[in-house]
């Protein structure tokens, strides 16, 4: 009898993919809106790989420049591709819009948002690994104000005690002229917006590197 066979569409597939990113859209078959915004539209090209993107997004009265949406699945196989198991899902739902101030209140009205979503969007099974809903203002600065909010900010709420998964409110700032940035702890996915710099703006690695590395361990 042989172990069993493992397959994972992992946080190292949309590493590899970001790697990728960098070439023009030009020089890619895949297809996306285009914004006006230059600086949105090559995030758009950090994020195209991995998620489906829409332009000018609307939800609970909030308008969003991009909206990005991505779905990862787990699940281990044993023999052949018919006969698996621990089979969980993992989703993110991504907002940015351009603002000329960031401000504590209009980043508290976001959380309500997630929230929000996350009772009508979140199915809760015992699949359901986690859903993300990260906020991402693009401003002129990042007043000291907000950044020690957002440093400080976390926001996971379990579901049935985590036996149906969790879901979690992230949100962050990017001041791209002034090549700055800062994002609550687990949203790793603003390393999109950060074209300045191949790091990530926080030390976790986010949602789907965890569900990747929980099943590397079973």
Known sequence: MTDA???????????????RA?????DSPVERPEWDDEYIDRVAD???FNYDLERDYTVRDERFDLFASMRMESQK????????????HAREYMFARRVETPTITELERLV????????EWVEPSEEHFGTDFTFVLVADAVPESVRKFVSDFSDRTLIKFGYHGHYEVNVAVV??????????????SVAAFTLWSAAS??????????????????
């Open 22 to 26: 960098g070439q023009s859209r030009a």
């Open 5 to 19: 066979d493992s397959r994972e569409r992992t946080e190292q597939d949309r590493a590899d993919s970001q790697g």
């Open 77 to 88: 196989q044993f023999l052949h591709r018919s006969v698996n198991y621990a089979n969980h």
């Open 175 to 188: 001041a791209p002229d002034d090549e700055d940035a800062i994002a609550s702890q687990n949203a790793d």
């Open 112 to 119: 309500e948002v997630g929230h929000a979503l996350a009772d």
């Open 46 to 48: 950090n994020l195209v």
């Open 201 to 218: 703006p926080v030390a976790s690695g986010g949602l789907f590197r965890r569900l990747a590395e929980r099943f590397r361990k079973r």
